[in-house]
């Protein structure tokens, strides 16, 4: 077993802290924030950002502790990386369908609502496929 | 200097949790509550990660890789459910 160093020690302490700082601010905006297209961006930067960290910190833990080069953490994070934004983007659309389907305007926060789309288009989530487009890849 | 690193990031996410737990019960729309549900679990995937680096054992990993895969699979199939009222088509 390799003797850490201070410098080690140090780098390990602080990328957990920041790592569980940033997962609470993320939570703390999914509380606090008033609507729901504002407690998106919590959640899915905050939140992510603070897993990384804590990711990076547990691998530099087990690399200076034990001297085994883990590829695990590395293997979650991309993956998280990877898939948080595909998450939001959903969360997003389903919004903004039931907000279409419910015909109740959003009461809208301190940031106001969203602009419009240019030039009377529609959100691209409303819009029919275009023609030649498949509508779904299962389908050609 | 770890071990309180590793207990102050365990409170964090400790009250985190309780937080995402506060608008999962309270969020006046479905989508908050899928949010809240997505972050629990990317909250319990940094929590399982944590009580690796605390009782210095590399065997919790798989356990997390495994809830990042299945979290993110649940929350899309609930919001497929909430956009088409059907998972699969």
Redesign the interface.
């Known amino acids: 077993m390799i003797d850490l160093g201070i410098l080690g ?2 780098a ?3 990328m ?2 920041l ?3 940033f ?2 601010v ?3 905006g ?2 606090r924030l008033p609507s ?1 297209m504002e ?2 961006h ?2 899915t930067k905050a ?2 950002l ?2 990384g960290g ?2 990076i ?2 691998m530099l ?2 690399q200076l ?2 001297g ?1 080069w ?1 590829v ?2 590395l ?2 994070s991309l ?2 990386f990877i ?2 934004p ?2 939001a983007n ?2 997003a ?3 903004i ?2 907000l279409r389907a419910r015909h109740t305007p959003t009461v809208p926060g301190p940031a106001g609502a969203p602009p419009p789309p240019p030039s009377g288009a529609d959100w691209a989530t409303h819009e029919a496929p275009h023609p030649g487009t498949p509508a779904s890849t299962s389908e050609n | 200097m770890i071990g309180y690193a590793v207990t102050f990031a365990f409170a964090c996410l400790a009250l985190a949790l309780g937080l995402n737990l506060w608008r999962l019960l309270k969020g006046p729309e479905v989508g908050d509550r899928v949010l809240a549900l997505d972050t629990m679990v990317i909250n319990s995937i940094a929590i399982i990660v944590l009580i690796g680096v605390a009782t210095t054992n590399n065997t919790y990993f798989e356990a997390a890789l495994l809830l990042a895969m299945v979290g993110f699979v649940g929350t899309v199939a609930y919001c497929k459910f909430m956009l088409r009222g059907d998972i699969i088509e």
Do not use: D, M, N, Y
Request: glycine share 14%; aromatic share 8%; proline share 2%.
């Open positions: 020690e140090i390990i302490a602080a957990l802290v790592g569980g700082g997962a609470l993320g939570s703390w999914l509380v729901l407690r998106l919590g959640p939140t992510t603070g897993l804590i990711l910190g547990s833990f087990f502790e034990q085994t883990t695990h953490e293997l979650i993956f998280l898939t948080a595909i998450a959903l969360v659309k389903v919004h369908h039931a």
